[in-house]
């Protein structure tokens, strides 16, 4: 069974930073890469990072390359994403999710194969 729980959500500014976090209930969470998505109303989910089972690997979307930072504790079962200089195109659902098996770049493309239920990111300008 797994579970993933996001938080750290919330209403800010642009410009402002903000970090989520995800809680996984998962027995080997330390074999599993994980990614953070984002669904924008009226818009599909879109892929915004991924990160690999150790830690040593990510990848993100061009739309966040060098204002977000997906981050993983092994030891506390948590992925986190940093994210500074939002914008209010950034605003959505957040989701976090957890796979194996693939290369991180191919998440991007295919999905993950468990999610979170999501955690609402609002930017005001």
């Known amino acids: 069974q797994v579970q993933l729980v996001e938080s750290g959500g919330g209403l800010v500014q642009a410009g402002d930073s903000l970090r989520l976090s995800c809680a996984a209930s998962i027995r080997t969470f330390s074999s599993y890469a994980m990614g953070w998505f984002r669904q924008a109303p009226g818009k599909e989910r879109e892929f915004v990072a991924a990160?690999?089972?150790?830690?040593?690997?990510?990848y993100y979307a061009d739309s966040v390359k060098g204002r977000f930072t997906i981050s993983r504790d092994n030891a506390k079962n948590t992925v986190y994403l940093q994210m500074n200089g939002l914008n209010p195109e950034d605003t959505a659902v957040y989701y976090c999710?957890?796979?194996?098996?693939?290369?991180?770049?191919?998440?991007?493309?295919?999905?993950?194969?468990?999610w979170g239920k999501g955690t609402l990111v609002t930017v005001s300008s």
């Open positions: 990160i690999s089972w150790g830690g040593g690997s990510t």
């Open positions: 999710a957890a796979a194996r098996g693939r290369k991180l770049s191919d998440y991007a493309i295919y999905g993950m194969d468990y």
